[in-house]
Nanobody
Framework: VQLVESGGDLVQPGGSLRLSCAAS????????MSWYRQGPGKERELVAR????????NYADSVKGRFIISRDNAKNTVYLQMNSLRPEDTAVYYC?????????????????WGQGTQVTVSS
């Protein structure tokens, strides 16, 4: 199983970036996909989540209206379009894949993480 993030960079406040996460080794289209971030001295937090078919998205209040999560199940890739970036968006951004299902009454969960990509917002 691999999740490989890319697209992190140094950008000025007000700028935009698009992060990508390429998945392999599992059935991507069955998994909910999320982006998390961890800023300096902060705990990891959920940024955005998208359901397996892409029909439902959720965002942290701090990024609503600025970030857009999307996925292409044909390319096994999830994206995070980040607009109007602020210095407080500076963090390592991580891709996450998650699935939970019940077999004979037992819940099975699988949870995979990428290695992260650095986003720095600074003038």
């Amino acid at each position: 199983v691999q999740l490989v993030e890319s697209g992190g960079d140094l950008v000025q406040p007000g700028g935009s970036l698009r992060l990508s996460c390429a998945a392999s080794g599992f059935t991507f289209s069955n998994y909910a996909m999320s982006w998390y971030r961890q800023g300096p001295g902060k705990e990891r937090e959920l940024v955005a989540r998208i359901t397996s078919a892409g029909g439902i998205t959720n965002y942290a209040d701090s990024v609503k209206g600025r970030f857009i999560i999307s996925r292409d199940n044909a390319k096994n890739t999830v994206y995070l379009q980040m607009n109007s970036l602020r210095p407080e968006d500076t963090a390592v951004y991580y891709c996450n894949a998650y699935i939970a299902f019940r077999v004979f009454g037992k819940v099975n969960e699988y949870d995979y993480w990428g290695q992260g990509t650095q986003v720095t917002v600074s003038s």
